[in-house]
């Protein structure tokens, strides 16, 4: 085959299937909203014939030491060296790992590298795909930043926020969930960046999974309103407006039963405070999905979400909910219609919502149906096609030797 039947070749390759490097310190079974995402995407990408080379730590019930192990059919595995991330339990930070991953990336040369998180594996995985000359995507999943200030930290405001403006300005696109979160990153001088949004699993969070058995469980009768929240049961989630919330519900609905499902270092103090709440623990999967399903009104009171998957995760389930209009809830949510809005920072206002809505059952009803058509369209097959069309597009963008 002449030259130019080489480049032909190289330049067709990447518009039929692509060949992409998925490097993440989170990933299932790993309970959190990146590890689910990143989990999804993965998925998604195998099922439309891509092949996918998943670099991440091997997690705490795996062991320590570097592993190539088989993968599942589609998807090749590099479990790399990690240690465990204060604060989360089960979580691991990956440890650097320039020198294998530029060892691999040459003999098996991926057409675009997707660096899912910022840490150190994600940083010597930016700097391999550069030296590589390999197209890179980054993906900004979390607000770091505004994380340093509910663990005493707020001094490394600044210092997160350069390294993460350095980190994603190395890559040719970095991908957010919200066109709000676009905006605020081309403000704070991030170059390149674009909206590929999340889906969520109508089939697996559906009303229909409401359970008279596990709502008796919680100590309610048929009538009494299940308050529910899900997520990390930590300081930078606000858990101290959902226990005022609760308590002007519980003012108005004395039989109210606070029911949360998942887990984190603030849970010990709030067990201490709310102990006639129902602290659940994590769920997973139809679990999960009968927790969301069983409630009547969600609460979700974060302000340091990039996206939120809970929120379009109570809205499939056919909860109204409560937040901020911020992230998710600025997305899916329309003030009345599938919950109630309240301006960041107004407690007042979130406060009002709550009690309103759980003082208005024909309400919620009305809002149950809306909330659930909002994000029936929502399906993760239409997600995973925008991804793979801006991989293409970077891939494009980059020169031939970039590509296989």
């Not at 379009?312 to 219609?337: F, K, M, N, T």
Request: charged share 20%; aromatic share 6%.
């Amino acid at each position: 085959m002449d030259r130019a039947g080489l480049v032909c070749q190289e330049i067709a390759h990447p518009l039929t299937y692509l060949r992409v490097a998925v490097v993440t310190e989170t990933y299932p079974p790993e309970i959190n909203g990146v590890a689910m995402t990143t989990g999804r995407m993965v998925d998604g990408l195998v099922a439309a014939g891509h092949r996918v080379d998943l670099i991440r730590p091997r997690q705490a019930h795996e062991g320590g030491a570097i592993q190539l192990p088989d993968g599942a059919e589609g998807v090749e595995e590099m479990l790399s060296r990690g240690i465990p991330l204060p604060r989360y339990a089960n979580l691991q930070l990956g440890l650097p790992a320039r020198k294998v991953l530029l060892r691999r990336w040459s003999t098996q040369r991926p057409d675009v590298v997707q660096v899912v998180t910022e840490g150190p594996l994600g940083w010597s995985a930016l700097t391999a795909a550069r030296k590589l000359r390999l197209p890179v995507i980054s993906e900004f999943h979390t607000n770091f930043h505004r994380y340093s200030g509910h663990y005493g930290v707020g001094w490394l405001k600044r210092p997160i926020a350069a390294y993460l403006r350095k980190f994603h300005n190395r890559a040719d696109l970095t991908l957010v969930p919200t066109r709000a979160l676009c905006g605020e990153l081309a403000e704070q001088g991030i170059a390149r960046v674009d909206v590929v949004s999340r889906g969520v699993d109508t089939t697996l969070f559906d009303p229909a999974r409401r359970s008279a058995s596990l709502r008796r469980s919680w100590g309610l009768a048929p009538d009494d309103l299940a308050v529910v929240y899900v997520g990390r049961i930590a300081p930078e989630k606000n858990l101290a407006l959902l226990e005022k919330a609760f308590e002007a519900i519980r003012a108005h609905q004395p039989r109210a039963r606070l029911i949360l499902v998942g887990s984190g270092p603030a849970q010990q103090a709030l067990q201490a405070r709310q102990p006639a709440a129902v602290f659940c623990g994590s769920r997973t999967g139809a679990f999960l999905a009968e927790h969301y399903a069983s409630g009547d009104l969600f609460l979700f009171p974060s302000l340091t979400e990039t996206y939120g998957n809970v929120v379009a995760e109570a809205l499939a389930s056919g909860l109204p909910v409560v937040a901020y209009r911020d992230a998710a809830a600025q997305e899916l949510i329309e003030h009345r219609v599938q919950g109630w809005l309240a301006e960041p920072g107004d407690e007042a206002a979130f406060i009002a919502g709550a009690v309103a809505l759980a003082d208005a059952p024909e309400l919620r009803a009305r809002q149950r149906l809306a909330a659930r058509e909002r994000v029936a369209s929502l399906a993760w097959q239409a997600i995973v096609e925008r991804l793979v069309t801006l991989q293409r597009q970077v891939i494009l963008s980059s020169p031939v030797t970039a590509r296989r």
